[in-house]
């Protein structure tokens, strides 16, 4: 089993900074799905997922173009650990945020975290 854990979510005001980590682990993952890439989607209620940033093994990296640069998606190989680096939060950026991994670029969905949630308020 492949398992995804996020964590670093909470309640910031909007100008402020989050932090969110992805472990992954699991014999699966370890033996055939390291090399696979990862990222953060969001879902906030009523909308659809959406791909946040996505870093493959060699560090190529996906970013929304709505983030601004406002995001920093990095990735630790050898932790198979993810992080995102979330700067000057806006309102519409309160979601669930999930930690995925798999083979497809830019969009990696074979796998999926529980979710963390990041609240942004006034």
């Known amino acids: 089993q492949v398992q995804l854990v996020e964590s670093g979510g909470g309640l910031v005001q909007a100008g402020g900074s989050l932090r969110l980590s992805c472990a992954a682990s699991?014999?699966?993952?370890?033996?055939?799905?390291?090399?696979?890439?990862m990222g953060w989607y969001r879902q906030a209620p009523g909308k659809q997922r959406e791909l946040v940033a996505a870093i493959s093994k060699s560090g190529m990296t996906e970013y929304g173009d709505f983030e601004k640069g406002r995001f920093t998606i990095s990735r630790d190989n050898d932790k198979n650990t993810i992080s995102l680096q979330m700067n000057s939060l806006k309102l519409e950026d309160t979601a669930v945020y999930y930690c995925a991994a798999g083979s497809s670029w830019p969009a990696p969905s074979d796998y999926w975290g529980q979710g963390t949630q990041v609240t942004v308020s006034s």
């Open positions: 699991g014999r699966t993952f370890r033996d055939y799905f390291s090399m696979f890439g």
